[in-house]
Structures are given as C-alpha cells and as structure tokens.
C-alpha cells in the first residue's frame, strides 16, 4: 500500500466537485512499480506525490479509464517494496470476511464482511454491473485496498454510502470497485494512457435519482449538456421518446446509441412543459481541465 496526494488546478474541470488537494490509496500491482488507485483521486491531477510510511517521493498518472473508475500511477524516483497479488472479485460471495487496508499501516487495516454485490450508478455518468459493498465501514476509504482471506487485491474503494439497505435495514458501508475491471485493460492503458475501445458518449451532467424522477443537479460548462441547453432543475423523462427508469437505465441508452460524438436526443420536463434537446456527445477525456460545474 502507498499514500497518494494530488494537486489539481484551480480551472480543471473536476476541481469544483472534487477540490483541488486530494488524498488517497493505492496498491502496488506489479513488481515494476506500478500502482493501481481509485481514479478521482489523480483526475486532472497537476501533481501527484507517492509515499510509503518512510518516504515520499514524486509520481505521474500513467493513464486513466472512465468506464471502470480505475486509475494507474507511477513513481518517479525508486520506491522500494513488494507488490500485492490480483485476486478476484468473482470469487467473493455475501458474507465473506474481508480486510480493508489504507496505506497507514496496520492500525488501518479493518476487518470487514461483504454485505452486498450489486450494480451501481453514480450520477456522473458511471455504471458498473457489480460493485462491492462492505461493513464496518473504513473511514479513509479512497483507493483502499478490499483484500481476500489469501491475501489477493479484490477491489480498490471508491464511496462511503450511507443509508444503505440490508435486509431491510439501514446501513453505513464502503463500495469497492471489483479488480476485474482493470486486469484485462493493465497494459492497454500503459500503452495508451486509456483503453482503445470507442470511448462512451458523455453529455457532461450529474443526474440525482430520487427513486421518482431524474433530476439534473449540475451541468459543466462549454461540456455537450450545457451547449446544448441543459439546465440544473431539469427532469429526464426519456431518451428519443422512449422512458427511463433509473439511472443505470438512462445511461446504458446513452451508451447503447454509439460512441463518443454521437447526436442524444433527451425528453425533458422543465417547468412543466416538455421538451426535447439534442445533445452532441464528446468524449469525456478531451473535456478534461475545463470548465466550471455550475
């Protein structure tokens, strides 16, 4: 495990949601030097610092993958230690005991059980088929490492979720983002600084689901939703006069339409009166480090 610490420009895209001062985790994955951490924490990053508990030493983003969430960062300077074993999130069932480490030593190190595996939707255009969910929770959750009883890298932490349902009852749990995402696309992000599949279209909006409606909560600016005309307050009723439900929903039809570039037709309920706005997509990495959310 190694500490991360980033600095992020003032006008990078992500500085308002994020901040410009980030601190998280990451793992060794390969004896190379290679560290595998949860992407917000280096996204835009201007300057990235790794550390173990005896030294610091500079780093830099070797690449980062959107669809996953995943990021991958290098030392500049030798940074002595092993790396962790890849083990597999598949291979975790409800109700397996699990360590959650951070880079702090063993006084970060918490035993945890799984308590879900589902899918997830994050409101910033983000969809994976079947997060990880844990408790106890771990309080410096960022790049953590979730750790099967052999000692394997099964997932990296992304959120700390509150209210969270467990046969019925409420609950404070961690959701990890599963190894499997990234193992298959290592060294096509090394080679490339991201995968080379067709990136996603991205409409450059975070979207609140309230189990009711689909409410635009925020639109980055000079991004396809706000040239576009979306506007925060804004309802998502469908996509090219089809419904939608949920989130995951709502994206995966985004997605299903093409790839980056692609013209998204959205049904919008604005104060009470519908309306449809036409939304040229882009690809989320050329927006990077511009703009404002507003």
């Known amino acids: 495990m190694v500490s991360i610490t980033a600095h992020i420009p003032d006008d990078a895209m992500s500085a308002g949601l994020l901040g410009t001062e980030r601190v998280g985790h990451g793992v060794r994955i390969r004896d190379d030097g290679l560290i595998a951490t949860i992407g917000y924490v280096v996204h835009e990053a201007e300057n990235v610092w790794i550390g173990t508990r005896s030294t ?45 480490m951070s880079s702090s030593g063993n006084e970060q190190v918490i035993e945890a059980r799984v308590i879900a595996k589902q899918e997830f939707a994050g409101r910033w255009e983000y969809v994976i088929d079947q997060a990880l969910f844990t408790s106890p929770p771990h309080d410096s959750w ?27 009852a409420m609950s404070t749990v961690n959701m990890f983002v599963p190894i499997d995402l990234l193992v298959p696309i290592v060294d096509e992000i090394c080679a490339h600084g991201r995968r080379l ?14 189990q009711h409606d689909l409410t635009v909560v925020g639109v980055y600016r000079n991004c396809p939703a706000d040239k576009a005309g979306l506007r925060p307050g804004d309802v998502i009723v ?29 049904n919008v309920l604005r104060n009470a009166e519908k309306m449809e706005l036409r939304v040229r997509s882009g690809d989320r990495a050329g927006f990077q480090r511009k703009g404002t959310l507003q």
Request: aromatic share 6%.
């Open 197 to 210: 599949a067709p990136p996603r279209p991205w409409l450059g909006m975070l979207v609140h689901d309230d």
């Open 142 to 168: 960022s790049g953590a490492a979730l750790v099967d009883r052999n000692g394997r890298l099964c997932g990296l932490g992304s959120l700390v979720i509150q209210g969270f349902e467990v046969n019925g």
């Open 56 to 100: 610091v030493v500079p780093g830099f983003v070797v690449g980062y993958d959107f669809d996953s969430g995943f990021a991958l960062v290098k030392p500049s300077l030798p940074l002595h230690g092993g790396s962790m074993e890849l083990g597999s999130a598949s291979d975790l069932v409800v109700g397996d005991a699990v360590s959650v």
């Open 238 to 266: 469908g996509i090219d006069d089809e419904p939608v439900v949920g989130l995951a929903n709502m994206f995966r039809r985004v997605w299903s339409m093409g790839s980056a570039g692609v013209d998204v037709p959205l």
